[in-house]
């Protein structure tokens, strides 16, 4: 009966204290959240029901000037938007539901590892808001719900040599799939290092039972089925890791490639590991981190207790520790050499390192491993204070809860008390996208002629305003993130932007047609007496300084038409307009003179576009396209713009000229060959027929080649096995109600003879 009642008490404490903590979490970072500001994360499209299949199915984009972007592919944000109508409210869940997902995947792996209640607690908790975690909370990263589930990984490889070894390798491959739906994760380390197979060339150091080879087998099939389920679920986030890896070690980007993992790897000094605090070389102080030595040296309490349960070699699960703490201290190691330069080399003979050239990818495992020790850290100690006699066992147990405690909140590492960690104090309201921004663009939209394709150049465009138009307007710039994301469009911004700050006023209307720039926003709610300024971060440019210094240049020229004005936005059209795609025939670009014959150029490329405009010669033109109450939705207009499909008649060699920034995947065929590609006017798309002839022309932007094929394949993969998850659920429930299985599940002779005993029946 007591020990019955010890039992009842123990699921109440379990259920009432877990749920506690849970709810004091989301309210801790909740507090300061607001609408606008879950708006502000640049690193995560904002939600929006209206579109959200398409950008789901959407994954190969070209955003700002048409380089090649993939966005990571977000089932659990699908499947949320799908759920919950009001986009904020599922956007703020996606945020948050990362921590208790977290916080209970931990206890779930610890409780049958861990013998006392506040182990496991300190453990889990230590897993679930970590350094790391807050970080990425902050600077909105996507893929944390992913790591979340990273301790049930082991949980269930561990349970697959129990009895249920089917259902828990099933459970194993779908958590190791979810896994894969990281936009750059550690992929192939994870699938490496936790595979069946790998696990049982170990299993007698980490102190698992023997397997037979024909169980390992059966459970090697459904892992790998399950792995191969995941790579088909997200083949565009595989595809654009490795379209990276190939492109970063190429010889002209292996520069910007060492670049980007020195600057990664910059804050992995020996202090910010031991506080487990080195993520991504951001600031500490920045992202509201306590830098105070003291704390400092309270927070190594933590990795101090963490080895305490290698002390005692007679342990029945020492060699468990011991493995654990061999993988944190390797990661440890790795991170500190690569700080050091000593790892480069690896990096570049082995392309699969790309994915750990952040070290954010390897600290959630560091952190998985560092609050299983600590919790058998703080095991050991708790039995040790039972030795002691009752009252003083009490008070050693107090004192050691109190001391592990403050020193867990100093390893977190964020003024508690004083509530300086919320999004407003760390982000401030400059990534709030103001209600003013909203009402130029809603001016753009009224002067917008029908809904073909168009840019807009924002001045001044600095991180802040990409961060605040990147998801409501198609604008002029190139994307910030990482300087391992080549593209040669970037010397056209700088190029653009260049010409601005050096005042050169001269054709900057034609310049900018070529890049379907219709409209120029002058932003005076930055308010600023500085010059006007180029200047780079991460490898981007922007451009900076006082507002009517920009409004002076556009005012010397006459090709612009205000729209608009207020306090807070001045809006100029473009008049010069090309269209988008044609053709120029080289021969009325030059007039032979002179008795050698020589060529001299009449008028240039651009004015012989213009031209053909003003005659109303146009080759072709963007289908129009439905607005559906709001314009500015870019996957819809990078989708269709990606293959273009037309009939010519070339009677002399000529140059087909696309007003779309020149990038190398962009290819065209004529009648099945691949035509000559350069740079039209320096900056546009030009394909050059030498022959005369008539042709059908097919441009296309090259990764769209694949995209059709894999998208369909990723369709059919998906309405597979959610088909067979179905029927699977339809299976077990009659099992569990003792049903008779249907028709469908049973082979020919049984339905016929099902049918026999039915029609019997009615007899």
């Known amino acids: 009966m007591r020990t019955m009642i010890s039992q009842v008490r123990i699921k109440v404490r379990d259920f009432l204290i877990l749920p506690s903590i849970i709810c004091l979490i989301f309210v801790f970072l909740y507090r300061n959240l607001s609408i606008e500001s879950m708006w502000s994360f640049s690193d995560l499209l904002a939600f929006n029901r209206a579109t959200f299949i398409d950008t789901f199915l959407s994954s190969w984009t070209f955003q700002f000037l048409g380089y090649h972007h993939e966005k990571p592919l977000q089932t659990f944000q699908f499947l949320l938007q799908l759920l919950i109508e009001n986009d904020v409210i599922a956007q703020k869940i996606f945020f948050l539901s990362f921590l208790p997902i977290a916080f209970m995947a931990m206890y779930i792996f610890v409780r049958n590892c861990l013998k006392s209640f506040w182990s496991r607690l300190f453990s889990s908790f230590l897993f679930s808001l970590n ?11 996507t893929w944390m719900i992913s790591y979340a589930i990273f301790p049930l990984i082991l949980y269930f ?36 290092i936790f595979s069946p197979i790998f696990f049982t060339i170990f299993s007698k150091l980490l102190g698992a039972p023997e397997i037979s080879l024909k169980r390992l087998f059966k459970v090697s099939i459904l892992v790998f089925t399950f792995i191969l389920i995941g790579f088909a679920l997200h083949l565009p986030t595989i595809h654009n890791t490795l379209f990276l890896q190939q492109l970063l070690l190429q010889p002209q980007f292996i520069a910007s490639y060492l670049e980007d993992i020195k600057f990664c790897y910059s804050k992995a000094v020996p202090q910010n590991l031991l506080r487990l605090a080195g993520n991504a070389g951001s600031p500490m102080g920045a992202l509201g981190y306590n830098n105070i030595a003291w704390w400092t040296i309270l927070g190594i309490v933590i990795p101090m207790i963490a080895f305490i349960p290698l002390i005692n070699r007679k342990k029945e699960m020492f060699s468990f520790d011991l493995s654990f703490s061999l993988m944190v201290c390797l990661i440890t190691l790795f991170i500190f050499l690569t700080h050091e330069r000593i790892t480069y080399p690896l990096f570049l003979k082995f392309p699969a390192l790309f994915s750990l050239r952040n070290p954010k990818n390897l600290m959630y495992p560091l952190a998985f491993g560092l609050s299983f020790l600590f919790g058998r850290g703080l095991d050991d100690l708790l039995n040790l204070a039972k030795k002691f006699e009752s009252r003083k066992r009490f008070f050693i147990q107090l004192l050691l809860i109190i001391i592990v405690g403050s020193s867990l909140v ?149 090709k612009f038409l205000k729209i608009y004005e207020d306090n807070d936005f001045i809006i100029y059209k473009n008049n010069f307009c090309i269209p988008h795609l044609s053709v120029v025939e080289i021969s009325k670009l030059t007039e032979k003179r002179g008795d050698n014959g020589s060529e001299i150029k009449l008028r240039s490329l651009i004015e012989s576009l213009f031209t053909f405009q003003s005659e109303g010669k146009i080759l072709y033109f963007i289908e129009k396209q439905k607005l559906d109450g709001n314009f500015f939705k870019p996957v819809i207009y990078s989708r269709d713009k990606s293959t273009l499909t037309f009939k010519v008649n070339i009677t002399e060699p000529s140059i087909i000229v696309m007003a779309e920034s020149y990038h190398i995947d962009w290819v065209a065929y004529a009648n099945g060959q691949v035509i000559p590609h350069l740079r039209a006017v320096g900056w546009a798309n030009g394909f050059l027929i030498s022959k005369p002839g008539e042709y059908n022309i097919t441009i296309k932007f090259r990764p769209q080649n694949n995209r059709d094929l894999m998208i369909s394949a990723w369709l059919v993969m998906w309405g597979t096995v959610i088909t067979a998850f179905c029927c699977a659920f339809v299976y077990r429930w009659q099992k569990a109600h003792g049903l008779r299985k249907l028709n469908m599940f049973l082979p020919l002779s049984e339905r016929k003879r099902n049918k026999h005993l039915d029609i019997c029946g009615e007899c």
Request: hydrophobic fraction near 40%; glycine fraction near 8%; proline fraction near 5%.
């Open 131 to 141: 350094p790391l975690t807050v970080g990425e909370f902050v600077n909105g990263s």
């Open 157 to 192: 490889l561990l349970r697959i040599f129990d009895a249920r070894a089917t259902r828990d390798a099933i459970l194993y491959g779908l958590c190791i799939s979810i896994l894969i739906s990281l936009s750059e994760g550690p992929l192939w380390a994870l699938l490496c």
């Open 410 to 558: 100093t390893y977190v590492c964020y003024p508690l008390l004083g509530g300086d960690m919320g999004l407003g104090k760390v982000r401030g309201d400059s990534y709030i996208v103001p209600a003013s921004y909203y009402k130029a663009i809603n001016v753009l939209r009224e002067n917008s002629e029908g809904a073909e394709f168009y840019r807009v150049l924002w001045l001044p465009y600095t991180y802040q305003v990409q961060t605040r138009i990147v998801n409501v307007v198609s604008h002029f710039g190139a994307r910030l993130g990482q300087t391992t994301l080549p593209t040669p469009n970037t010397e056209f911004v700088e190029d653009l932007f260049r010409r601005i700050e050096r005042n050169e006023y001269e054709n900057f209307s034609e310049a900018i047609a070529l890049f379907n720039i219709k409209y120029i926003v002058i932003d005076r709610t930055q308010r600023s007496a500085k010059p006007l300024k180029v200047y780079k971060e991460y490898g981007t440019p922007f451009i900076s300084g006082n507002p009517e210094l920009f409004n002076n240049f556009i005012c010397k020229q006459n």
